[in-house]
């Protein structure tokens, strides 16, 4: 179990460290970046405390605690995606109402300059 434990300290250290330098370099927006800051800091704070670990366990009544933060984990980043997946909903039908847009302006400034000439 300490094992599971530890490697998932090392991979929330590493989704830390990429997150910060990926909005450092400008490639992931920080409203964005929160949410997957949050839940690597809860799998950190998770795997290092075992005493809310176990508490976790006894009450999703799972033996290992160390499954018991998979399990954790995996909600945690479903729900992250899930929150990604309607931003980029969201984004795309305006993209597709963006250019519904500067279709209608362009056909009204080829229509003016038709009218014109």
């Known amino acids: 179990m300490e094992g599971l434990l ?3 300290t090392g991979i929330s250290v590493v989704l830390i460290v990429l997150v910060l330098v990926s909005v450092r370099r400008m490639h992931v927006r920080v409203e964005y970046s929160m949410s997957w800051l949050a839940a690597a800091f809860a799998l950190l704070v998770l795997s290092r405390c075992h005493v809310a670990l176990n508490y976790i366990a006894a009450a999703l009544r799972i033996d290992s605690p160390a ?3 998979l399990t954790l984990a995996g909600c945690l980043f479903l729900l992250v995606v899930f ?3 309607v931003v980029v909903s969201a984004l ?3 993209n597709i109402a963006l250019a519904q847009r500067v ?3 362009e056909y009204h400034i080829r229509s003016h300059e038709e009218h014109q000439a």
């Open 6 to 8: 530890n490697l998932l």
């Open 67 to 69: 499954l018991a933060l």
């Open 103 to 105: 279709a209608i302006l």
């Open 83 to 85: 929150r990604l997946s």
């Open 92 to 94: 795309k039908d305006a």
